[in-house]
């Protein structure tokens, strides 16, 4: 059994069918990208796992459980990296990730921030009100914070955008070394190359299905390049 | 439970600190509270015998209106920072996030209620400040917080959502209103509280029903 | 179930009841006592006014009703019927604060009165014209439905408590149940009103049927359109 399975899965917005019918199996331990032309339905199909979105269709289990039944429970092993930061600007860093420590009930919250802090390489600025973060130090901070409960399951929303490609290579760093651990990971982003060299399968999410699916080492850039090309431009 | 509770108070907290830090919602509301009394009082200042009569009204209106101030600016920054999923991200029931930010939204009104009560014993000359007066406002305050957080939650996703949370909210809270400057009169008159009995219980059971229908229909309003 | 025929029972048995109500409120019912010539006259409007009151009540009880069915189970005719008889309550409403001022000038010799029928009265529309606003801001239809449907439930819940608190600050409006009343009902006018209640209701029964079908048409062609169109 997948640790992630999704059925059939379709959303409308009103008559705008964004999902049109997606399945997906996805095993524990494994990383995914997720590639597609922007309102393919990447973001909606991360919400609707993340539970902040109900499907009008299908069905989305996690270890089995559908997220319908327990989506308090199944929020526990789900971390999210949206494309807002999810952060407080007039709190600190580490009051920021008190505050989610506090939302998930982490034990010995202030050993695991600091943990947490260090890792992302933002210790030295824990005080500091995040106003004054750049955008790449707000980005890693917003992974901690998806990661302040130490879920099994990552979530990644178009993580690079709006960083400079120095920012973006510090985060990629980042999320190969928390990758790891059997944590599984979903990642979209508009980056081709970044994210073939994240992930060991590789989606691209177009028209509201899955319209390609295949293991990170059986596709080369060159292979995938007119692929991508080909549904992005084509935007269907 | 305990988790609930847990994070209830986390949410409180969190939006107390940040109120602290940025004051944005109490000097909005102070600030608009003050001119408010400041118009009223030219309002009525040549028409009234005694500018006494008109205090209970001159209160109650200057709350609820300077209430909807500060209820529109708590959710709105949450929407816009997005920071409203990372709330709806916690595992637990999500009335809780409701109940956080309503504890939190009673505070800040609470708060410049505090700051209101001293400016009208000064405008208006009369003395204002009793046990069972701050009683009543204090639940007419609560009945303004229920609804208010919940409407605030459900306008923030409007068009036009400052100039709407209003014409929801006020027609709702009319029963506040009327019990709260009903009872303002008759404890400026003297009054004991005994005597308000009717009242009290109406403010009661209005916010306890729609505290207990905000509870059902929250998760509603902030799903997608 | 909103088969034309159906509909045309419906239509019919409305207009029928509606002739039928005017016969027995303008002809069939005794004058009442103890009023001048106007005022007599004037106080046949109970048979319009009380009745056209009552149904906007009960057209906001079924929105009310159809809500809390959305919220359990979102399917958009639930939306539908309570948008549509949210709409027949407003224009109800209005037809009773309209024909209560008519009779309220011969009667009190003026238009308006601040009493506690009146006022809620007032607020009610205010509620639900509070309500059509709150779904025009909204695009997306389902966030609208499920926006538009917690707005009634606080909506209609308020309507007795606000009734309560206005009418304890004060009241002058007829208690109608009261016998001893002047313009109240006298024994043998208790028929005329039943039928007229009765009859209008069927009329709001009728009208919602006729405004559910349009409604439903309206969104057939526009389902046609958008396939059409793709």
Known sequence: MALIEIEGLEKAFGRHRVLRGVHLAIEAGSSLVLFGPNGAGKTTLLRILATLSRPSAGSVRVAGVEIRANPEGIRRYLGLVAHMPLLYDDLSAWENLRFYARLYGVERPEARIQELLERVGLWPRRKELVRTFSRGMVQRLAIARALVHNPPILLLDEPDTGLDPQAAEMMTTLLREVGGNARTVLMTTHHLERGLALADRVLILAGGRIVFDAEATAVSYSDLRPLYDRYVAGGV | MKRYLQVIAAIWWKDVRVELRSKDIFTGMAVFAALALLILNFAFELRVPDKRMVVPGVLWVTVAFASVLGLGRAFISEKDRGSLAGLLLAPVDRSAVYCGKMLANLVFILVVELFVLPLIVLFFNVSLISLPLLLVVALGTIGLAVVGTIFSALTVNTRAREVLLPILLFPIILPVLVSGIRMTIGLLEGDPLSKLGNWLQLLLIFDILYLAIAFLTFDYVVEE | ?230
């Not at chain 3, 046949?44 to 009151?53: L, S």
Request: aromatic share 14%.
């Open chain 3, 1 to 230: 179930m909103l088969s034309h025929r159906v509909l045309t029972v419906l239509n019919l048995a409305a207009a029928v009841s509606m002739v039928g109500a005017i016969y027995m409120a303008l002809v069939q019912a005794p004058s009442a006592i103890n009023l001048t010539e106007t005022e007599r006259w004037a106080q046949r409007i109970i048979y319009f006014h009380v009745p056209t009151a009552w149904l906007s009540m009960l057209a906001f009880f079924v929105t009310f009703v159809a809500a809390i069915l959305y919220l359990v189970r979102p399917q958009p005719r639930w939306d539908i019927l309570a948008r549509c008889s949210a709409e027949l309550g407003v224009a109800f409403t209005i037809a009773a604060t309209a024909s209560g001022s008519i009779w309220a000038k011969p009667a009190w010799n003026t238009w308006w009165t601040w009493d506690p029928r009146l006022t809620t009265y007032t607020i009610v529309l205010l509620l639900y014209i509070a309500y059509f606003m709150l779904r025009g801001a909204i695009e997306e239809p389902e966030r609208r439905a499920r926006f538009a449907s917690v707005y009634s439930i606080f909506a209609f819940v308020s309507v007795p408590i606000t009734f309560m608190s206005i009418r304890w600050w004060n009241t002058i409006h007829p208690v109608i149940l009261d016998p001893n009343e002047d313009f109240g009902l006298g024994p043998g006018m208790t028929l005329a009103f039943v039928f007229c209640i009765v009859a209008f209701t069927v009329l709001y029964v009728a009208l919602l049927a006729n405004r559910l079908r349009l409604e439903y048409t309206i969104e057939r062609v526009a389902a046609l359109r958008a396939r059409l169109l793709t």
